[in-house]
């Protein structure tokens, strides 16, 4: 009966050591001296080619050893490291024979090809990174500059919620007495909804360059023909708000392109701010828009309008309540200002914002400090 056990014993060990050899990995184990007790068939052939690789080995050795009382005798260490030209995965376990310490056994896999992978994966993504930050400062470089046009005051935030936006804001001096300014929102983040940013800022500037005398609804009709000759993804659009000052007899005269956000005009002698609405569908590639509604609004000195994406409407707190479009009215009556209202939805705001924040704020014939 002993005899049996003893050669049952026996044939399991050499069976142990037959799929050990069998492996492509290389294996060896190591007792609790130091002494290497087996190396498998795959990591002999490799000594025979490598004189590096028993450099190596032998200095790993000594590493386990220095270890030997604590971390390599109580866990499995795992460690990626460059040999003789490839990358190994190590993992290094304890071996024990009931509570007994008695050495480690090392497997090494050759993981060249996957971290060469992960290379050309991280030259890659920093590559797209690196065009990703080029476009949004090409970006945001397009965008009006705040400061003073004829009788507007122009100010503006921009917060993209990804590396790049959807969202652009443009103003356009038409001729002396009349200035253009519109706010549009592309369907989406990233590049392409960047790029259509791009074709909004140059079709506009080029309608009005060429059909300077073109009413909000002329424009927009005309932007949706050069929009549906890119013949790109039907499911693409954008929404946008066009409003066009005339200096002459102090008007503003707008359409909206299915923009759910109306600007909110803070009129100074009534001391409240209300929605400038008007009705018109998106632009896109599968909605005919029937008309644009033509509104006209007059202006007076130290009249505000505040124009918006939905990123500052959809803002959420704790609770997942958006901030919505009544509270902006309400913030931007009790404020007229613009840093005001953007303090206001980044302090409601509970996360990462989903959206595209733009702000942009335009003050009628703005009087200096030391006016009275």
């Given at each position: 009966m002993t005899r049996d056990l003893e050669k049952n014993k026996n044939i399991q060990e050499n069976f142990n050591f037959f799929i050990l050899n069998a492996m492509d990995d290389w294996v060896r184990i190591i007792d609790n001296f130091g002494d290497v007790t087996f190396i498998n068939q795959?990591?002999?052939?490799?000594l025979k080619s490598s004189p590096k690789l028993k450099d190596?080995?032998?200095?790993?050795?000594?590493?386990?050893?220095?270890n030997s009382n604590s971390l390599a005798q109580n866990a499995t260490?795992?460690?990626?490291?460059?040999?003789?030209?490839?990358?190994?995965?190590i993992k290094t376990s304890p071996i024990?024979?009931?509570d007994t310490f008695t050495?480690?056994?090392?497997?090494?896999?050759?993981?060249?090809?996957?971290?060469?992978?992960?290379?050309d994966l991280y030259n890659a993504n920093k590559a797209m990174l690196d065009d990703i930050r080029f476009v949004r400062r090409i970006q945001s470089s397009i965008l009006p500059k705040s400061g003073i046009y004829g009788k507007l005051s122009l100010s503006g935030?921009?917060?993209?919620?990804?590396?790049?936006?959807?969202?652009?804001?443009?103003?356009?001096k038409i001729d002396e007495s009349r200035v253009a300014f519109y706010i549009a929102d592309v369907m989406g983040h990233g590049v392409k909804a960047s790029i259509m940013t791009m074709f909004l800022k140059v079709t506009m500037a080029a309608i009005f360059d060429k059909h300077p005398d073109y009413s909000p609804s002329q424009v927009f009709l005309n932007?949706?023909?050069?929009?549906?000759?890119l013949q790109i993804d039907s499911s693409q659009y954008f929404t946008a708000w066009l409003g066009i000052f005339d200096f002459r007899d102090n008007t503003l005269a707008f359409s909206n392109a299915g923009h759910?956000?109306?600007?909110?005009?803070?009129?100074?002698?009534?001391?409240?701010?209300?929605?400038?609405?008007?009705?018109?569908?998106?632009?896109?590639?599968?909605i005919e828009p029937d008309e644009y509604i033509e509104k006209k609004q007059k202006l007076g000195v130290g009249d505000k309008i505040l124009f918006f994406t939905d990123g500052a409407i959809e803002a959420k707190n704790e609770e997942g309540n958006e901030f919505g479009l009544e509270r902006l009215r309400e913030t931007f009556s009790e404020t007229s200002d613009l840093e005001s209202v953007n303090q206001k939805i980044t302090s409601y705001n509970w996360q990462a914002m989903a959206d595209d924040l733009t702000l942009a704020l335009i003050e009628y014939e703005k009087k200096e400090e030391n006016e009275t």
């Open positions: 795959a990591l002999k052939e490799a190596y080995l032998d200095e790993n050795i000594d590493l386990i050893i220095s260490m795992i460690e990626e490291k460059l040999i003789d030209g490839k990358y190994y995965s024990y024979l009931g050495g480690t056994i090392e497997v090494y896999r050759d993981i060249t090809s996957e971290s060469i992978l992960k290379i935030i921009y917060n993209p919620a990804d590396d790049v936006s959807g969202d652009i804001y443009d103003l356009i932007l949706r023909k050069k929009f549906t000759k759910n956000c109306p600007p909110l005009i803070y009129l100074k002698d009534k001391d409240e701010a209300e929605y400038l609405l008007a009705n018109g569908r998106m632009i896109s590639n599968i």
